[in-house]
């Protein structure tokens, strides 16, 4: 029997058109409708979108008296770290918009799996409420918008930055681009990597880092909480693409040639010496217990994991000169926010933190 009727005079389903779950690729599926979920073939991509469904939050949810106060009086703040606050809202506020942007103008198109998408209009609208946390922390401070969102044309380090990313969005963008290549695969892969690996496995950790710093002290709490909630965010994020690549890789060996391989290593490095930059630019004298030269050591500790976590050796065996950050990343939010309605994370304890 090859059909089997639904209830009330409906027409029969057609069983030859069901999908078969091994055909449910992430790239050139062959399934017969990319928008069918079920049945699941890659239960990491559901896990991830549940996980970034537990972690929701709004900006607008989170006090910012104190942050405000602290701003506004005359011996609040020093001049170098107002300066490490204002370059990482230049950086965060356009650099989540890229992210966005990728996933939307660059990814979604070319990932044929219903599940995979599902995750990244999950990560799509996250990106949406980072952005707005920054435009929420402008307005609430009174600072200049014009001066921090267009930071990113103005400030030699966080420019870098945006373009080395930028540009690997180039040859997927362009007319006639194609994943049913070797060539074309490879180049998907090196955006997946220069997005998911550099932008938000390495670009934006500093930047927690430098924030959260100020949290640890109990000063620009209302930032620090947002921040809390972005880096849980952006581990989840990492987390998939992660996933996303090695899948990927695994399904397209013939793609992952010893030459793509070097290419990323030499990607990676090079996107090690822009945070440096970056890290200097924001530290030129040195605030919080941080400097250039920590930094330097915690990025390469951070890069050799990304490296690993894909497949490819350590560069440079650096030790982690924050380990507080991994204790960021384990706290649970039990504290209600001075009774204001921010969603705890129901999932934290979860969470891989990388």
Known sequence: MSQCCGGGGEKPYDLSKRINVED?????????????????????????????????????????????SLWHSPDGLTDAERLVIMRNLGFFSTGESLVGNNIVLAIFEHITNPEAR??????????????????????????????????YHEVDSIRGKDEFVMSLTEAIMRPGFTTETVEGIQEFIKN??????????????????????????????????????????????????????????????????????????????????????????CLPEGVLGLNADLFREYVGYIADRRLR??????????????????????????????????????SAGSLIWD
Request: charged content about 25%; glycine content about 4%; aromatic content about 14%.
């Open 24 to 68: 449910k690729r992430l790239l050139n599926c062959k399934a017969v409708d990319v928008n069918q979920l079920w049945p699941l073939k890659y239960e990491w991509a559901w896990e991830h979108y549940l996980n970034g469904c537990a972690n929701n939050w709004m900006p607008s949810e989170v006090p910012m008296q104190k942050d405000i």
């Open 118 to 151: 599902q995750y990244l209009l999950r990560q799509a609208y996250e990106e949406a409420v980072h952005t707005h946390a920054f435009h929420y922390i402008v307005e609430s401070l009174g600072l200049d918008g014009r001066e921090v969102f267009n930071m």
């Open 192 to 281: 997946l990597v220069g997005f998911y690996v550099i932008m938000e496995g390495i670009f934006f950790y500093s930047g927690f880092v430098m924030i959260l710093s100020f949290h640890r002290q109990n000063r620009m709490t209302g930032i620090g909480e947002q921040f809390q909630y972005i880096l849980r965010d952006e581990t989840v994020h990492l987390n998939f693409g992660i996933d996303l690549i090695n899948t990927i890789k695994e399904e397209n060996p013939e793609a992952w040639t010893p030459e793509l391989r070097r290419e990323i290593v030499e990607m990676i490095r090079k996107a090690v010496e822009f945070e440096i930059a970056y890290a200097k630019a």
């Open 309 to 346: 976590r894909i497949g490819l050796p350590a560069q440079y065996r650096s030790r982690n000169p924050f380990p507080w950050m991994s204790e960021t990343m384990d706290l649970t939010k039990e504290k209600n926010f001075f009774e204001t309605r921010v969603t705890e994370y129901q």
